[in-house]
């Protein structure tokens, strides 16, 4: 299988996240919702805290007050959940603890926490801290940039993905940046 020829310059630019708990947290609220209303929460839910958002500041805020932002029972219980982690010795807030660690220990750890699936945790490690070599196998957008990119007649099995992806091991992530834009590119 020969490595196909990307332009990095014309793939979206990646920035480190500069808050690992905002970053989680605006996981959590997007999941399941459209972009616009989880647009709407997200902006409600900012204003809930004065200056940073911190876990500490999230487990001070009521109920009342996050319902009110748009935040559902069940997103709630998530977000107090990945707060007390931050809180405790589970996660730490700067990049500068998260980059000692490898991908699958980040990973398992967020695996721990209610409300982050695999899916999360490799959105996190993509988009919060830029890893080099994730391949987003459950992702729709992933599996079907795989079908057109390959003119695949159907969806590809993991296995598939994983032989095609092979010659690009080690820069998994801009695989699948190309991947999501050759979607965008009908």
């Known amino acids: 299988m020969n490595k196909l020829r990307i332009n990095k310059n014309k793939l979206r630019k990646l920035e480190p996240t500069k808050n690992a708990f905002l970053s989680l947290a605006s996981s959590i609220i997007y999941q399941q919702i459209s972009t616009g209303a989880g647009n709407a929460i997200y902006k409600k839910f900012l204003k809930l805290f004065k200056g940073k958002p911190t876990a500490e500041k999230l487990l001070k ?3 009342k007050k996050l319902r ?3 935040i559902s029972p069940q997103k ?3 977000l107090r ?3 007390q982690k931050f809180k405790g010795s589970s996660f730490q807030h700067s990049n500068e603890h998260w980059n000692k660690m490898s991908d699958e220990e980040i990973k398992t750890r967020l695996l721990k926490v209610k409300g982050i699936g695999p899916w999360t945790a490799d959105m996190f490690l993509i988009f919060a801290l830029n890893r080099p070599n994730i391949l987003p196998l459950g992702d729709l957008g992933i599996i079907k940039g795989f079908q057109k990119v390959f003119k695949l007649k159907s969806r590809p099995s993991e ?5 095609l992806a092979r010659p690009h091991e080690g820069e998994h992530t801009t695989l699948s940046l190309y991947l999501w834009d050759s979607l965008d590119k009908q």
């Open 61 to 63: 805020l009521s109920d």
């Open 68 to 70: 009110g932002a748009g």
């Open 76 to 78: 709630l219980s998530y």
């Open 81 to 83: 959940d990945l707060a």
């Open 159 to 163: 296995r598939t993905m994983l032989r």
